[in-house]
């Protein structure tokens, strides 16, 4: 029985890897740098996601290169939800580590968990034009609960 448990994590890592290869390829003018934790002072501009089991509304966001957004994410699910920022290799890296140990405590500046019913903010600075994702890491969210945002150059 564990050595079948084991073999499963080791299909599952590779499945990973394989979506991982696949998401290079098809940003390959991906910028590296999705951005930094942004000054709360210097917003200019709100934009509310709703969380649902599991779903993102809007999925895709455009903003532009440079600018500071406050993100509300309002969970109206019935399940906790965060919302993560970044390259599809650190989501993917962030959610299979969830997925190995779910019960590992995890926090990041580029993250905000939300509660069923409540909201939450994360204020991020967008550095260069390109595309950056979010996700909700969590186990068995993470495959259908993905965005984009464009962000478009100066
Ligand atoms: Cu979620």
Redesign the pocket.
Known sequence: MKKIFIASVLALGLIQVGTTAQAYQDNEEESAAAGQLGDPGKVSRTIEII?VD?RFKPDEIEVKQGETVKFVLRNTGK????MMIGSMAQLDKHAKMLKQYPDMEHSDSSMVSVDPGKSGELVWQFAEAGTVNFA?P?PG?YKG?HGRIIIEAK
């Not at 399940?79 to 965060?82: N, Q």
């Open positions: 969380m599991n399940k906790k939800h965060e909700c969590l969210h609960m």
